[in-house]
């Protein structure tokens, strides 16, 4: 299933600071650098598969870079990332399971919804929707009528 976010009027307001805890050091989403893009990739190849370490990779391709990330003090939280897929889609992101439930998930997918807008897009397509009720909540998608398997159709799997 995808689903459809509207990015107008205004798409969510600007990405959120994140803290894990009260006293912790707050998180803002933000883009990486060169020099981290592999181990970006690496990360989220270790944690989501190799399927979505390829969109990584794509939008870490992208100029300007469609890939946002959040770290810790010495690690990788999550990354969110759009047109990797396919132009005007938003995905995939991930959140490191001991970071999950907390709000960073939310500042991610806000934060490209708002590149997004400021490219030009009216909406953000979701593919192949895992979680629906997260973008409901966070940012109001609704589902796409007949859209599994999308654009999924004829994907190679290993």
Request: proline share 9%; with cysteine; glycine share 10%.
């Given at each position: 299933?995808?689903?459809?976010?509207?990015?107008?009027?205004a798409?969510t307001g600007?990405?959120?600071?994140w803290?894990?805890?009260?006293?912790?050091p707050?998180?803002?989403p933000?883009?990486?650098?060169?020099?981290?893009?592999?181990i970006?990739?690496?990360?989220?190849a270790?944690?989501?598969g190799?399927g979505?370490?390829s969109?990584?990779?794509?939008a870490?391709?992208?100029?300007?870079?469609?890939l946002?990330?959040a770290t810790?003090?010495?690690e990788?939280?999550?990354?969110?990332c759009?047109?990797?897929t396919?132009?005007?889609?938003f995905?995939p992101?991930?959140v490191a399971?001991?970071?999950?439930?907390?709000?960073?998930?939310?500042a991610?997918?806000?934060?490209?919804?708002?590149?997004?807008?400021?490219?030009g897009?009216?909406y953000?397509i979701?593919?192949?929707?895992g979680e629906?009720?997260?973008?409901?909540?966070i940012?109001?998608?609704?589902e796409?009528?007949?859209?599994?398997?999308g654009l999924?159709?004829?994907?190679?799997m290993r």
């Open positions: 299933m995808d689903l459809l976010i509207k990015l107008y009027p798409p600007d990405a959120p600071a803290r894990a805890a009260p006293g912790a707050t998180v803002l933000r883009k990486p650098i060169g020099p981290e893009h592999t970006v990739v690496r990360w989220v270790e944690r989501f190799i979505w370490a969109e990584a990779q794509v870490l391709s992208n100029r300007p870079v469609s946002w990330l810790g003090p010495t990788l939280l999550g990354f969110a759009f047109d990797a396919a132009r005007g889609f995905g992101i991930g399971e001991a970071a999950r439930g907390q709000g960073l998930g939310a991610l997918l806000r934060a490209c919804l708002n590149d997004m807008r400021a490219a897009y009216g953000a979701v593919g192949h929707v629906p009720e997260f973008f409901r909540r940012a109001g998608a609704i796409i009528p007949d859209s599994t398997p999924y159709a004829d994907q190679l």
